[in-house]
């Protein structure tokens, strides 16, 4: 199975380490969370469909692990959260752009941490093209670029998370069979690729160029992960400032691996700040 290197943490002061996972119910991957977290000690680590109201989110977990920890969730789906070794500064929930639902605010995340504005998105699915919701989708990207706009070129930013998009053919197990799915199809390739466009940089795609490098292998799909039948719909992506400091991006499969898993992985990018 081709596959990206395991993720190694390097030791060093000025070492800035980023990690996005989707975990697909955060109290059902904390078996997988907490421990990772010991083990590897990023700067930071931004989550995914964490699946749970704000009351009842284990915070304390990563206050006792030592992380402060910022979230905003929903009953079952959705939910987004933010753990560092660092002081979180300036959040936000949602685009604050005057459209904003509660599902909006339960899927994106924006803060400082030393310096770097971090945008942490659970960007829609969208079903299926013919939905209502990929039109959603669509104009989550819009929206997505209209606040870049305001930040690609003020300050070091990073944006993350689960994307819902396999940007290149390159990214899918079946690109011809998929073309149509609402994470490849060429409408959504297209926003994704006109916000990226703004100045900002795939740092996976920056050091590897290798095929067959995913971070989302589908439940449904048996043995997907023995096939290596995935998606790279997980991404870490830097505005030019500071893409020049990044120093690797890694695929890390063990949580994939590890007993009762999320769909997703973890994918890290290390910046020399």
Known sequence: MEQSQALQMPSGSNLFTVATY???????RMH????????HQPSVLCMQETKVVDADFPRAAFEEAGYFVVFRGQKSYNGVAVASRLPIQEVQYGFQDGEDTPEDQARLIACVINGVRIVNTYVPQGREITDSMFQYKLKWFERLNS??????SR??????????VAPEPMDVYDPDGLKNHVCFHEDVRRAFHAVKALGLVDIFRKFNQEPKQYTFYDYRFPKSVERVKGWRIDHILANESLAVR???CYIDMEPRLAEKPSDHTVLAAVFDV
Do not use: H, M, Y
């Open 22 to 28: 989707n975990v697909n119910s955060i109290r059902a």
């Open 147 to 152: 606040l870049f706009s305001r930040w690609v």
């Open 155 to 164: 300050e070091p930013l990073l944006w993350c998370g689960d994307l819902n």
């Open 32 to 39: 997988i969370v907490i421990p990772w977290l010991k083990q």
């Open 246 to 248: 990044a120093t690797g």
